[in-house]
């Protein structure tokens, strides 16, 4: 059964920070592209950050570039999001997802989500 647990969110003033966590079970982690994904409230889920397999190449969002930090630990099958400068506007539940792309098709799953405020 995989399992993509989603830990660290809550509330955050404005300019604050949080370390949201994602541990992953029953895939094999390594073979995976890890990604943050958020919604907020009336609004698409988005891309917030991904990292490749290795996590050799991460990439970001616009929005939370030189603000949030994406890094795995392979060994510990856990993902990482460190989000500093929090504002208002990231505001939303976030979403750990992995992706296998196998040869003519993939394998995606989602965790459950957490919520993260940011408000004074």
């Known amino acids: 059964q995989v399992q993509l647990v989603e830990s660290g969110g809550g509330l955050v003033q404005p300019g604050g920070s949080l370390r949201l966590s994602c541990a992953a079970s029953?895939?094999?982690?390594?073979?995976?592209?890890m990604s943050w994904y958020r919604q907020a409230p009336g609004k698409e889920r988005e891309l917030v950050a991904g990292?490749?397999?290795?996590?050799?190449?991460?990439n970001y969002a616009d929005s939370v570039k030189g603000r949030f930090t994406f890094s795995r630990d392979n060994t510990k099958n856990t993902v990482y999001l460190q989000m500093n400068s929090l504002k208002p506007e990231d505001t939303a539940v976030y979403y750990c997802?992995?992706?296998?792309?196998?040869?003519?098709?993939?394998?995606?799953?989602w965790g459950q989500g957490t919520q993260v405020t940011v408000s004074s």
């Open positions: 997802h992995a992706l296998r792309v196998l040869t003519g098709t993939q394998l995606s799953y």
């Open positions: 029953g895939i094999t982690f390594s073979s995976n592209a």
């Open positions: 990292v490749t397999r290795t996590g050799g190449s991460t």
